[in-house]
């Protein structure tokens, strides 16, 4: 009884890391930074990657436990991972501005098309979900993972398929934590992979 009480404990918190490693914003620094590392020199290397962080990453961290701290403030019990679909609609609008925003700052200063294309396929690919939430809740996790891992294996081949090792752990954390159903993150899977390979298939060839 005690083992399985250790053993349950265990995958909880094992599945909670990974939802917090794997949230949108913060899996696609390290993206970001494999992609720009690849195509420029250090000094454009550090400016591009900043811009990228700034934007896809540290912007929308903040925006939205801000606006999580403001409903907490007001007497609203909520969850980090905003549990309940309508509570999702206003932090996706502040996600999507900020990923809109750093597509257009990189396409304005010339950043390697890749680079642009990701940050641009966030926004596209948020601006989707938005849409369908407002009828479904879809994983933003496993389509936030799904739609960087196209993008790696486009740019590096066999190797940038070595990230697309975390998008089970993903899938399971977020089922193992009823924060969404297999169909939920099968389908955010399987849209953050086809939406960024259109996306690549019009703007790069």
């Given amino acids: 009884?005690?083992?399985?009480?250790?053993?349950?404990?265990?995958?909880?918190?094992?599945?909670?890391?990974?939802?917090?490693?794997?949230?949108?914003?913060?899996?696609?620094?390290?993206?970001?930074?494999?992609?720009?590392?690849?195509?420029?020199?250090?000094?454009?290397?550090?400016?591009?990657?900043?811009?990228?962080?700034?934007?896809?990453?540290?912007?929308?961290?903040?925006?939205?436990?801000?606006?999580?701290?403001?409903?907490?403030?007001?007497?609203?019990k909520i969850d980090i991972d905003i549990p309940e679909r309508k509570d999702r609609n206003y932090p996706l609008i502040i996600v999507i501005l900020s990923y809109f925003i750093g597509a257009a700052i990189l396409y304005s200063i010339n950043a390697p098309s890749m680079t642009t294309v990701l940050m641009f396929s966030y926004f596209s690919n948020t601006l989707i979900i938005f849409f369908i939430n407002l009828y479904w809740k879809i994983s933003i996790h496993a389509m936030g993972v799904a739609g960087p891992t196209t993008v790696l294996i486009y740019t590096f081949g066999p190797i940038g398929a070595l990230f697309a090792a975390i998008i089970p752990i993903v899938m399971w954390?977020?089922?193992?934590?009823?924060?969404?159903?297999?169909?939920?993150?099968?389908?955010?899977?399987?849209?953050?992979?086809?939406?960024?390979?259109?996306?690549?298939?019009?703007l790069i060839n």
């Fill in 1 to 76: 009884m005690a083992h399985h009480l250790v053993t349950d404990d265990f995958k909880k918190r094992f599945a909670v890391f990974i939802s917090y490693v794997a949230y949108a914003p913060i899996i696609s620094i390290p993206a970001f930074a494999m992609i720009n590392y690849f195509f420029l020199n250090f000094h454009d290397f550090i400016l591009i990657t900043t811009l990228c962080a700034i934007f896809a990453g540290i912007l929308p961290v903040l925006l939205v436990f801000s606006w999580i701290e403001v409903k907490r403030h007001h007497g609203q």
């Fill in 173 to 202: 954390s977020r089922v193992y934590l009823k924060r969404h159903t297999v169909g939920q993150v099968i389908t955010g899977a399987l849209l953050g992979f086809i939406l960024t390979i259109l996306q690549i298939h019009f």
